[in-house]
């Protein structure tokens, strides 16, 4: 049996890997070693846990293309508005870039069942056009309801739908590019982080960019978002309801 | 084939009925034709998905499965058949328009849900039957593959009532016979349905495993799935027998044509060897699952011990359509704005911290440009010595730049100044000056800037200078 060191180095390796999404076992022999040994070794598995624990990371799970790691909300590895966009944002885009996390993990996974399906089946075909019309029609839904216009003096206070309405109206540069601070370049943005930390594939530039959600993302949004987020968007509306 | 036998009407009535929903994306499909367009006008959109069903079962069958894109490229040839008019390009769209329809993308590749009637003797009940026909899988090197599922096998094979293990003693029994009275043409035909059939029982079994595998809290093991296990296993062993027993059959046939009649037809020859190879596909088929069957027990021991160590939710999982985002929406602006960081963090993948080295990065930057020194003579030109170099920049750039950044009137990108100042004729000194002239507004001890300036999100579209946009504004006064 290793000795306690030697499993605390393989168990570090092995999260080091993880950490590299576009690492596959299958073009690393060491990862793919390591990661078969995770499955059958109970006390590696262990330290990885452990040492994954500390760090302030939480083993999601293991998909053929490798082990998906989530970050603690509070830890040094999780992305933060200030590394996902460098520059001072509004109010409304720092609201926008969160509903459009959202947007994202609803649309590929819009029912429990969708998160339950097995890790190693691929999920549905994303891009940024159909996104943004979807996250818009719902937008919609909510004005065509609204008996009245609160007439409410701040941007900060209005509801999220009617920012989003009013974004729509922004288009994007001349030259075809999506502006940074559209909904579509919004979209695009979270969609090539989403594709650069391992969870969605790149397709192709048709449609405003096209991806395909991959079961890390279904393990990712299953494992650490759906549950928190819902309950995160409970409370803010129970506090918003008490006033 | 035995016809099952019914109970009651309604129970016969009701499988029918589930029988026939499952055919329901075809329909769909090709009633989806009109709002399609012309291209779609000559085509049978039903045929198209059955031919789709088809490939992937075959693929599925060779052992290796095939990409969207490949079954595309399979596909095209019949849609160009129909509509020879029809670009290569546009056939494959038709291609790709049939597989997502099977793999319900419009649906957002959630089950296929059919609402319908379920008849008992005592009540009708309304019931809701979700289904799947094709999935897509990953593979280890990133790439993935269409699989058709056990209901789409089943929809294929058009034997949705009779249960897969039922039908596939029955094709072997007919098979036997077939082979032992030398019908060798029918016999093939047979082998074929035989080898969908070990397919799907394949599939199911294997479905079944994973499901098992995944989330060991589904079934109940000892009750349950060691049960299924066992019987799976005495199947597989008795389809192993009679598989082994006809090839014996086949090749005794073989031997004796090759006695009684020395001219045997080159075409019987060649049907006795596809029936030969198609049962050798199945037996290889079966003495694996046969294997894994074997192994499962212990797969779910360790199975076992390793979902021990997560934590099972209590709460069920919440529809993120409905229940987060659409509540989402409705929150005011700032309170979800408010949640933004919290959300990115759980939704996006870990990010490395970026550590910078300010030692390596300064040593770096001091050390002297690498020269490099090749074989071959080197042109040295005439240098003459002078007391102090020219300037990079002359006044003239520094006039015309003052005097673009002079105009400017609110914000303006570093992009439209440069494409402005060239449009002027303005040479590359000038530009340059420009740019260092803009970056050195970040100095936090530059005084007396001429503008403000700030990082865009952007990066710079020009085609000389690389790196960030910067976006440009005139001083605020007062």
New interface residues.
């Given amino acids: 049996m290793a000795d306690a060191q030697q499993l605390a180095q393989d168990a570090a390796k092995l999260l080091r890997f993880g950490l590299q999404p576009k690492l596959r076992p299958a073009n690393e022999a060491d990862y793919g070693v390591l990661l078969r040994r995770y499955d059958a070794e109970l006390e590696l598995r262990g330290f990885v846990h452990m040492i994954a624990d500390g760090l302030g990371l939480v083993v999601l799970g293991v998909t053929e293309l490798g082990l998906v790691l989530g970050a603690e909300p509070d830890g040094p590895f999780a992305l933060t508005l200030a590394d996902y966009r460098r520059s001072g944002l509004s109010v409304e885009a720092r609201m926008c870039h969160g509903l459009i996390q959202l947007l994202i993990a609803a649309y590929c996974f819009p029912s429990a069942a969708s998160l339950e399906d097995a890790t190693h089946i691929a999920g549905t075909r994303v891009c940024v056009n159909r996104l943004v019309e979807h996250l818009v029609n719902l937008a919609r839904e909510f004005e065509r309801r609204a008996n009245e216009d609160p007439e409410l003096g701040t941007k900060e206070l209005r509801e999220a739908w009617r920012a989003v309405l009013s974004m729509a109206q922004t288009r994007g540069t001349t030259d075809g590019r999506s502006a940074a601070n559209t909904l579509s370049g919004m979209t695009l943005h979270a969609l090539k982080q989403l594709e650069r930390g391992g969870l969605m594939r790149k397709l192709g530039d048709q449609d405003g960019g096209s991806f395909q959600a991959l079961g890390a993302y279904r393990l990712q949004v299953r494992e650490l978002a759906a549950l928190p987020a819902f309950r995160l968007v409970r409370d803010a509306r129970a506090r918003e309801e008490r006033g | 084939m035995v016809e099952p036998d019914p109970d009651t009407w309604e129970d016969a009535l009701t499988r029918r009925l589930r029988t026939l929903l499952r055919t329901a994306p075809l329909h769909q499909l090709e009633a989806s034709k009109r709002q399609r367009g012309e291209a779609f006008a000559h085509q049978d959109l039903r045929a198209l998905g059955l031919r789709a069903l088809d490939l992937a079962i075959e693929h599925k069958g060779l052992g290796h499965g095939a990409s969207f894109e490949e079954l595309c490229v399979e596909l095209e040839p019949l849609v160009r058949d129909v509509d020879p008019e029809l670009s290569p390009e546009r056939a494959l769209e038709i291609a790709a328009v049939t597989l997502e329809a099977l793999l319900n ?1 419009s649906g ?4 296929f849900r059919e609402p319908y009637l379920a008849l008992t003797p005592e009540r009708v009940t309304h019931k809701l039957l ?1 289904f799947h026909l094709l ?8 790439s ?1 593959i269409i699989e058709p599922t056990t209901q789409a096998i089943n929809l294929y094979a058009g034997m949705l009532e009779y249960e897969v293990e039922d039908a596939q003693a029955a094709e072997e029994a007919v098979l036997r016979s077939q082979v032992r009275r030398g019908r060798i043409e029918d016999a093939v035909r047979t082998a074929k349905r035989a080898r969908l059939r070990s397919i799907e029982y394949e599939q199911k079994l294997v479905t079944f495993l ?2 098992t595998r ?1 989330d060991i809290g589904q079934v109940n093991w000892v009750e349950t799935a060691l049960g299924i296990i066992d019987e799976a296993r005495e199947h597989i062993s008795e389809r192993l027998e009679v598989e082994r027993e006809i090839l014996a059959a086949i090749e005794t046939r073989r031997e004796l044509e090759g006695t009684t009649n020395s001219t045997t037809s080159p075409k019987a020859g060649a049907q006795l060897a596809a029936l030969e190879d198609t049962l050798n596909e199945c037996l290889t088929r079966h003495a694996k699952l046969h294997q894994r069957l074997i192994r499962a027990n212990a797969d779910y021991l ?1 199975e076992h ?2 979902q021990a ?1 997560r934590p099972q ?1 209590a ?39 970026p550590s910078l080295r300010l030692g390596a990065l300064i040593e770096r930057l001091l050390n002297p440009r690498r020269v490099e020194v090749g074989d071959y003579e080197t042109w040295a030109p005439e240098l003459e010595e002078v007391e102090t170099p020219p300037p990079v920049f002359d006044d003239e750039d520094r006039r015309r730049v003052a005097e673009l950044l002079a105009e400017l009137r609110g914000r303006q990108r570093l992009s439209e100044l440069l494409a402005r100042a060239r449009g002027r004729g303005y040479p590359p000194q000038s530009l340059r000056l420009l740019v260092l002239e803009l970056l050195s507004a970040f100095d936090p001890e530059a005084a007396n800037a001429p503008v403000e300036v ?5 990066w710079l ?1 020009d085609p000389t200078f690389r790196g960030d946009e910067l976006i440009v504004r005139e001083l605020a006064h007062g």
Avoid: I
């Avoid at chain 2, 999935?135 to 990133?142: K, T």
């Avoid at chain 2, 700030?454 to 952007?458: A, G």
């Fill in positions: 993308e957002r590749r959630q089950a979700e999935r897509e899988r990953q593979l280890p090197d990133g993935t994973e499901t995944r360790v011990d390793r160590f939710l709460t069920p999982l919440p529809d993120l359509e409905a229940e987060v985002l659409s509540d989402a929406l409705e929150l005011p602006t700032l309170a979800l704005a408010q949640l933004a960081d919290e959300l990115l963090a759980r939704c996006q993948a870990p990010r490395c911290p700030e990082l865009s999100d952007e579209d």
